[in-house]
Nanobody, 114 residues
Framework: QVQLVESGGGLVQSGGSLRLSCAAS????????MAWYRQAPGKQRELVAY???????DYADSVKGRFTISRDNAKNTVYLQMNSLKPEDTAVYYC????????WGQGTQVTVSS
């Protein structure tokens, strides 16, 4: 049973925008805080943003003011709106619970050219 499916990545120029989506199984989405992570080549996976069930959010310092996480409870989907993208945002982006206790999906590649 697929639990997490990410989509929306692509190639964009510096300063551009992308919107990522993550469809989650209801058993996960309805219970846990949801989060976006990213992993750049040669680096560890890092937390980008998370959103609580009530809607409160928090962000890594590197993306504050540029990225916005949101969730649609009716669709069991979490989004990541990414604006003012920089080359250092290039990575594979994944969603999971904040506790990282769901099976990781394939992720979606985001490439920002300078």
């Amino acid at each position: 049973q697929v639990q997490l499916v990410e989509s929306g990545g692509g190639l964009v120029q510096s300063g551009g925008s992308l919107r990522l989506s993550c469809a989650a199984s209801e058993s996960i989405f309805s219970v846990y805080y949801m989060a976006w992570y990213r992993q750049a080549p040669g680096k560890q996976r890092e937390l980008v943003a998370y959103i609580k069930n009530g809607g409160n959010t928090d962000y890594a310092d590197s993306v504050k003011g540029r990225f916005t996480i949101s969730r649609d409870n009716a669709k069991n989907t979490v989004y990541l709106q990414m604006n003012s993208l920089k080359p250092e945002d290039t990575a594979v982006y994944y969603c999971n619970t904040l506790a990282r206790n769901a099976r990781w999906g394939q992720g979606t590649q985001v490439t920002v050219s300078s």
